[in-house]
Nanobody, 119 residues
Framework: QVQLVESGGGLVQPGGSLRLSCLVS??????????VSWYRQASGKERELVAN????????YDSESVRDRFTISKEAAKNTVFLQMNDLKPEDTAVYYC??????????WGQGTQVTVSS
């Protein structure tokens, strides 16, 4: 059974940090996964891509809105992709979703984790 399980969300004050984790199971992380992405969806807005990383090679992309504040990384031995979020702002408040695309083209989503930035 394919599962993507996010964790690490919560309530944080502006300027604070959180580290999100996405644990991938049900298929080979090293050999079957092409790219893992973090998306977010704020209330009343469309889902947007935050960052992604290729499992092989590590090439990554991050959106301009989070550049220099968020860092995506992977730890293949743990089948996990991380999103380190620093200097959080109220506009970062959203549900954050993990997405994985397999090399065969299948897409998988996690259930999401809430991040709330508020004083």
């Amino acid at each position: 059974q394919v599962q993507l399980v996010e964790s690490g969300g919560g309530l944080v004050q502006p300027g604070g940090s959180l580290r999100l984790s996405c644990l991938v199971s049900g298929f080979s992380f090293r050999f079957d996964t092409y790219v893992v992405s973090w998306y977010r969806q704020a209330s009343g807005k469309e889902r947007e891509l935050v960052a992604n990383i290729r499992v092989v090679g590590g090439k990554f992309y991050d959106s301009e809105s989070v550049r220099d504040r968020f860092t995506i990384s992977k730890e293949a031995a743990k089948n996990t992709v991380f999103l380190q979020m620093n200097d959080l702002k109220p506009e970062d408040t959203a549900v954050y979703y993990c997405h994985a695309r397999q090399r065969a083209g299948s897409d998988h989503w996690g259930q999401g984790t809430q991040v709330t930035v508020s004083s």
